[in-house]
């Protein structure tokens, strides 16, 4: 197999925008071309200053300023990037299904098989289709039919390269993988792609499987990492039954080096894009094979996470004399985790809907997350009319504006600089008692204990 001189990427979200930007760092001589139909995203990721790429990662500006106009280049030529690639990655979003057969489990695949009916109809030479999306296992079978039956003589071969990184820390976990996963039939395919990593991974970590446990494996790793977070958030109520303490509990167990440590940090609830899709789409995977005991099993990492966001607003009600109606409640933190100014499935969304469903006044002040996307979200849940949301919840860019007048400061995503803000002077502008509720144990108790506050946090 020649080696792949032009790559190019369908679909330039939080995926493939920050992928293709490192691979084009680390092979400056292989074109890369990413696309998309969304035209905002991509005059976003063609913007001159780098503040204004659509995707915020730390790191990620300095690597598209590197790249770009270099061999990195977005467009929204979908046709003439298929017909000029040696090499396709396919890394559209998979939703969640909302509708049909599935609804509200299975992954949506409207968008991957639009991409493979597009190649079919554009390519008029041999391509490699590489799935980078996060797809059922087996979806190659059905990529693999449509490009198989053009009958125009073109071959394609078909890899599943799925994406690890985290968002918060992409760029350090593209240029330091743990592992690139590879899997396919073709051994000339998957070396051609392995090249490409080669640039920058150690060849021992660059892991080549069949094509279906290859698919597999990314949402079955994204079910463990979901399963030890959603394992610590239940043993975090035990904790504030029993007088055990939570971070301890995890210190203690994360020694034992067959636990190990990451991973257990106790939170408000996981949220992202991707691990209540893939679980649920794993367990809709089992159940279509009748392994129910499998399925069951799964469903309880989503169930126990739902269980925790519930539980940290009803704390906050509770705490509260039973009754939020009318108070002011401040949020610090829109985002799922911090360093993204991403808030799919955020806890803040559904801990919000729930202080507001009891009339509730919510301020929310997040660093990186537009005041338009938080009415979004709430308005995606359609609970109640966006004018209501408009009334109960005021967005603002100072968090001291936010905590002033609140009676209580409720911490969503652990940014770094909540930390560091001047809590005594806080504690001098909001109501008394002084309530501050940590869904991330990031801020200090004792500090704030002195200062006069009530502090609650996860799992004490
Ligand atoms: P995203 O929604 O940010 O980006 C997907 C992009 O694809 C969108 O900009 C959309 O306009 C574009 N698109 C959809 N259909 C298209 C078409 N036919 N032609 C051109 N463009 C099209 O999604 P994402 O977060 O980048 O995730 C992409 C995939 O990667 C998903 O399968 C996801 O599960 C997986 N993944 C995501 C992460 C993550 O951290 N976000 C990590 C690993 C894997
Ligand atoms: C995850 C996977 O980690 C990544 O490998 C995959 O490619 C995409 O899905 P991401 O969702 O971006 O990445 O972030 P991650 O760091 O995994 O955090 C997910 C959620 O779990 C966040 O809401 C985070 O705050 C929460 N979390 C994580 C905890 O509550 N406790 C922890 O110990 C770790």
């Known amino acids: 197999m020649k080696s792949i001189k032009k790559i190019t990427c369908i679909g330039a979200g939080y995926v493939g925008g920050p992928t293709m930007s490192v691979i084009a760092q680390k092979n400056p001589n292989v074109e890369v071309t990413v696309v998309d139909v969304n035209t905002a995203r991509i005059a976003g990721w063609n913007d001159e200053n780098l503040d204004n790429l659509p995707v915020y990662e730390p790191g990620l500006d300095g690597v598209v300023g590197e790249a770009r106009g270099r061999n990195l280049f977005f467009s929204t030529d979908v046709d003439k990037a298929i017909d000029e690639a040696d090499m396709i990655f396919i890394s559209v979003n998979t939703p969640t299904k909302t509708y049909g057969k599935g609804k509200g489990q299975a992954a949506d695949l409207k968008y991957i098989e639009l991409c493979a009916r597009q190649i079919a109809a554009v390519a ?146 996981f949220g992202g894009s991707c691990f209540q899709k893939d679980i649920l789409n794993l367990v809709y995977i089992a159940r279509s094979y009748n392994l129910t005991a499998v399925a069951d099993y799964w469903e309880q990492v989503i169930i126990l996470n739902d269980h925790q966001k519930v539980r940290f607003a009803e704390n906050i009600i509770k705490t509260l004399y039973n009754t939020v109606n009318g108070k002011n409640i401040a949020f610090l933190g829109w985002a799922f985790k911090k360093d993204t100014n991403d808030t799919r499935e955020s806890a803040a969304i559904y801990v919000a809907d729930h202080l507001l469903d009891e009339e509730a006044n919510v301020i929310v002040y997040d660093p990186k997350v537009p005041a338009e996307q938080i009415y979004k979200d709430l308005d995606y849940l359609g609970t109640r009319s966006p004018e209501e949301n408009r009334r109960l919840v005021r967005v603002v860019n100072d968090p001291y504006e936010a905590l002033s007048g609140a009676h209580a400061a409720a911490v969503l995503t652990e940014w770094d600089e909540f930390k560091d803000y001047d809590w005594a002077k806080i504690k001098e502008t909001m109501k008394r008692p002084s309530f501050v509720f940590d869904g991330r144990k990031l801020l200090g108790r004792t500090e704030l204990e002195e200062l006069g506050f009530i502090y609650y946090a996860i799992g004490e």
């Open 124 to 269: 008029k030479s041999d391509k490699i289709v590489v799935e980078k999306s996060t797809l059922p296992v087996r979806t190659a079978e059905a990529l693999k039919s449509i490009l198989d039956n053009t009958g125009n003589g073109v071959n394609f071969h078909i890899l599943s390269n799925p994406e690890f990184l985290a968002e918060g820390t992409a760029v350090t976990d593209l240029h330091n993988p743990d592992r690139v996963l590879i899997g396919g039939e073709n051994a000339e395919a998957i070396e051609a792609l392995v090249q490409v990593y080669e640039a920058w991974v150690p060849r021992e970590r660059i892991l080549t499987t069949n094509l279906w446990s290859s698919e597999l494996s990314k949402l079955v790793a994204n079910a463990f990492l979901a399963q030890r977070v959603s394992s610590i958030n239940a043993i975090s109520e035990l904790c504030e039954v029993t007088g055990a303490n939570v971070d301890e509990v995890s210190r203690a167990i994360g020694h034992d080096s067959r636990i190990g440590a990451k991973f257990l940090k106790a939170s408000v609830g």
